[in-house]
């Protein structure tokens, strides 16, 4: 794609206001796209240098219609073409004791990460043009039932069908859907685990192969390879082998 050509059309970013979505956003910024960063963090999305900012919460469904509106009518003011949506925006948090089942913790990550993308997907996607391509954040978490990932697991799971599922509804308008599965990548959420985390890469290297999934409209992107695909094989050993590789001691 040309610069001149990317320069007219537009791709929306949530969570761009740190981590993958940050790097996202500077990295398509870099490439010439017309980027709308989104996020909480009104000072962060500020500080990306060519994008524009739109400050919200994805978990209120009114702050989603209104900013959706205003996205609109930046569209016609700049005659941009929305071209690719990547719903990025997302929390982790872990059960730590299953026999103690945190509901209001399973609630909140499934708000955050489920529901309130359905409010993107509401108001978002009418937006969306012809040949246009969703990015929806999943995890290679989904691969394998890992401890204390009963909550992000279950939401990650749910946005993988949620991919697929528009895949086929959407074809018949000429809109691709791409669901991005990373490995462990740097960020101010993966900072918080307490455990190791092989192979993990920078936020700058997912960013680029996002970008690179998103331009060939790959159906999965996945990524580090090395580390994605050993989930995947290892996905297919007997659960009742998983379970005793997995389970805690």
């Given at each position: 794609m040309s610069t001149q050509a990317a320069k007219s059309t537009a791709v929306l970013i949530t969570g761009a206001s740190s981590g993958i979505g940050l790097?996202?956003?500077q990295y398509y910024v870099n490439k010439g796209f017309a980027v709308i960063a989104c996020g909480r963090n009104a000072k962060a999305l500020q500080s990306i240098i060519g994008a524009t900012p739109l400050s919200f919460d994805i978990t209120d469904n009114a702050q989603v219609k209104a900013v959706a509106e205003q996205l609109s009518q930046l569209l016609r003011q700049h005659d941009w073409q929305l071209q690719q949506v990547i719903?990025?925006?997302g929390s982790c948090e872990y059960i730590d004791n299953a026999l103690r089942f945190d509901s209001a913790l399973f609630a909140r990550v499934i708000n955050t990460n489920v529901v309130a993308m359905g409010y993107?997907?509401?108001h978002f996607l009418p937006l969306v043009g012809q040949g246009g391509q969703l990015g929806l954040m999943s995890s290679s978490a989904t691969y394998l039932p890992f401890p204390r990932a009963e909550a992000y697991g279950a939401s990650k799971a749910a946005i993988s069908y949620l991919g697929r599922s528009l895949r086929v509804d959407l074809a018949q308008h000429d809109?691709?859907?791409?669901?991005?599965?990373p490995g462990f990548v740097k960020t101010p959420l993966t900072d918080k685990n307490d455990f190791a985390m092989p192979m993990q890469i920078t936020a700058q290297q997912a960013a680029v192969a996002i970008?690179?999934?998103?331009q060939t409209q790959r159906k999965e992107i996945h990524f580090p390879g090395k580390f994605t695909w050993l989930l995947k094989l290892a996905s297919l050993l007997p659960e009742s082998l998983l379970v005793s590789l997995l389970a805690k001691k």
């Open positions: 790097a996202l956003a719903l990025n925006a993107c997907l509401e809109i691709g859907v791409s669901v991005i599965c970008f690179k999934g998103m």
